[in-house]
């Protein structure tokens, strides 16, 4: 069984591995590495006034991410609401997909 919470900046270990994890399962898909200044920059993203309507939501099992989903809500005064968000990005390891994960992330965004 899986949880899905909010990504909090405690959660950035777990982050960081499930992200080393996605790269072993699929060398040929992610070219990018998650070092030392990824890690700072998330952390940082916790404290700068820009990601305050980033919204990021993780699958947890066993103590280990296994999904994320990352978004931003997008705010108009056009229509004056806050009704729509901006997804970035959705994954989970190849190891656990088709068990719904991907589509309780999705619940949790647009909750």
Not at 17 to 36: G, H, I, S, V
Not at 66 to 72: E, K, M, Q, T, Y
Not at 79 to 94: R, T
Request: hydrophobic content about 40%; proline content about 2%; overall charge negative.
């Amino acid at each position: 069984m899986f949880q899905i919470k909010a990504f909090e900046k405690d959660d950035i270990d777990r982050v960081i591995a499930f992200e080393q994890e996605l790269r072993k399962q699929e060398p040929d898909t992610y070219y990018w590495e998650p070092d030392a200044t990824y890690r700072k920059l998330l952390e940082q993203s916790f404290d700068d006034e820009r990601f305050r309507t980033a919204m990021s939501f993780i699958a947890v099992k066993e103590e280990k991410v296994i999904g994320r989903i990352d978004a931003s809500l997008i705010s108009s005064r056009s229509d004056a609401s806050c009704f729509s968000a901006y997804m970035d990005w959705i994954c989970v390891l190849k190891s656990e997909r088709h068990n719904k994960i991907a589509q309780a992330l999705l619940k949790a965004l647009r909750e």
